[in-house]
Nanobody
Framework: QVQLVESGGGLVQAGGSLRLSCAASGSIFSMNTMTWYRQAPGKQRELVAR???????GYADSVKGRFTISRDIAKNTVYLQMNSLKPEDTAVYYC????????????WGQGTQVTVSS
C-alpha cells in the first residue's frame, strides 16, 4: 500500500510559478508510472505530466514548455514545477502512482488546489 500526499498549491498571479510535491509513503522506484493530473470545476480530470520508471517524460500539450515533472527517488517524491502560470491552469492537482505487473494497482493523493488569478 502506498500513500501519496501532495503539497505546494496556492494562489498565484498569472505569470507566476509554483512547485508541487507528491510525497509517497513507499518507494516510488517500484512504481511503473508517476503522473500529475488536474481537475478544474465542471471539467473532467486530465493528465498533466507523467514520468515512467525508466525516466521517460510526457506532457499535455497545454503545459509543454511551462511545466516540468521530476522525481527524487531517494526522497520518494515527485515534483511538478509550474512556470508561466495561466488562469486556465486553475484546478485541483492530483498525484497518481501506478504499479506495473502483476498487480497494476493505482494510488491517488488527496489533491492540492492551484488558483491562478488574472
Amino acid at each position: 500500500q502506498v500513500q501519496l500526499v501532495e503539497s505546494g498549491g496556492g494562489l498565484v498571479q498569472a505569470g507566476g510559478s509554483l512547485r508541487l510535491s507528491c510525497a509517497a509513503s513507499g518507494s516510488i522506484f517500484s512504481m511503473n508510472t508517476m503522473t500529475w493530473y488536474r481537475q478544474a470545476p465542471g471539467k473532467q480530470r486530465e493528465l498533466v505530466a507523467r514520468i515512467t520508471s525508466d525516466g521517460s517524460l510526457g506532457y499535455a500539450d497545454s503545459v509543454k514548455g511551462r511545466f516540468t515533472i521530476s522525481r527524487d527517488i531517494a526522497k520518494n517524491t515527485v515534483y511538478l514545477q509550474m512556470n508561466s502560470l495561466k488562469p486556465e491552469d486553475t484546478a485541483v492537482y492530483y498525484c497518481n502512482a501506478a504499479e506495473g505487473p502483476p498487480h497494476f494497482r493505482s494510488y491517488w493523493g488527496q489533491g492540492t488546489q492551484v488558483t491562478v488569478s488574472s
